[in-house]
T-cell receptor
Framework: AQSVSQHNHHVILSEAASLELGCNYS??????LFWYVQYPGQHLQLLLK??????LVKGIKGFEAEFIKSKFSFNLRKPSVQWSDTAEYFC?????????FGGGTRLMVKP | DAMVIQNPRYQVTQFGKPVTLSCSQT?????MYWYQQKSSQAPKLLFH???????NEADTPDNFQSRRPNTSFCFLDIRSPGLGDAAMYLC??????????????FGPGTRLTVL
């Protein structure tokens, strides 16, 4: 069965700091990869996704993620975070018939 | 514009008292999903409908049932809620099947409290 690991459960950054959230998955076949964000009190929203092609994927609000197949990783990055990026971030992998989520990373950005 | 709507947003029930959560969508998507998300945990898929075809996850307890009377609506029935069923319940939709990796659109969730 596929699994998804997000190693950072809580991250605290100051505004303008750079962000990288780790995501690793276990599945040997073809995968589709997603990052979802959940702002306080709001529903899960898609940030970006990788299906095929360029392994560097750009999403909304200045986020990007890089798929490194050899490392089974799909890390999320943003060069300069803002206070409004405070949220919980979920990595998710679709392999086969279901979407499997990681445990989430709570990001707090201090103004 | 709301696309996936869940009612109610907060639901309180008593131990063992059946409860129904509802989800509706304006996207005309073929697939509707129900997830359970406990505090500080990842959303966990309970089941999904592809049109009228019901697909139950192997480890979803029998206590959880679902109905999809039409394309727009899907219900989650918990027949005898236990304290361990307190969680956020998320409804999601996708245009085509989960095996395609299609993007899923989530509702705001219903937070269930069991007293």
């Amino acid at each position: 069965a596929q699994s998804v690991s997000q190693h950072n459960h809580h991250v605290i950054l100051s505004e303008a700091a750079s962000l990288e959230l780790g995501c690793n998955y276990s599945y040997g076949g073809t995968v589709n990869l997603f990052w979802y964000v959940q702002y306080p009190g709001q529903h899960l929203q898609l940030l970006l996704k990788y299906f095929s092609g360029d392994p560097l994927v750009k999403g909304i609000k200045g986020f990007e993620a890089e798929f490194i197949k050899s490392k089974f990783s799909f890390n999320l990055r943003k060069p300069s975070v803002q206070w409004s990026d405070t949220a919980e971030y979920f990595c998710a992998v679709n392999a086969g018939n279901m979407l499997t989520f990681g445990g989430g990373t709570r990001l707090m950005v201090k103004p | 514009d709301a696309m996936v709507i869940q009612n109610p947003r907060y639901q309180v029930t008593q131990f063992g008292k059946p409860v129904t959560l509802s989800c509706s969508q304006t996207l005309n998507h073929n697939v509707m999903y129900w997830y359970q998300q406990k505090s500080s945990q990842a959303p966990k898929l309970l089941f999904h409908y592809y049109d009228k075809d019901f697909n139950n996850e192997a480890d979803t307890p029998d206590n959880f049932q679902s109905r999809r009377p039409n394309t727009s609506f899907c219900f989650l029935d918990i027949r005898s809620p236990g304290l361990g069923d307190a969680a956020m319940y998320l409804c999601a939709t996708s245009r085509i099947g989960p095996q395609t990796g299609d993007t899923q659109y989530f509702g705001p969730g219903t937070r269930l409290t069991v007293l």
